[in-house]
């Protein structure tokens, strides 16, 4: 595996701030159990993803994961 660039760490912070935003937004799911489900989800779609290390790829893969929070959260700021 290469070694990772300053970008590569940027990407990641990125990564993070989304998961953070998706778990403040699921606050407005009134049911415990949904609102892990959810978060649950999102986790394993960024977990799933971890190894990916083509800079682009994760780019295009955190619109995606910001237009699924911007879905799934109307209200959130994303």
């Known amino acids: 595996m290469p070694q990772p660039t300053l970008k590569h760490f940027i990407l990641r912070q990125k990564t993070l701030d989304l998961y953070k935003q998706a778990v403040r937004a ?3 799911i009134p049911d415990p159990a949904t609102r892990r489900e959810t978060i649950g989800w999102i986790r394993s779609e960024i977990e799933r993803t ?4 083509d800079t682009s790829v994760i780019e295009s893969l955190q619109g995606q994961l910001r237009r ?3 879905i799934m959260f109307p209200g959130s700021n994303g």
């Open 68 to 70: 699924d929070i911007k």
């Open 26 to 28: 699921s606050r407005a």
């Open 50 to 53: 971890r190894w990916v290390f």
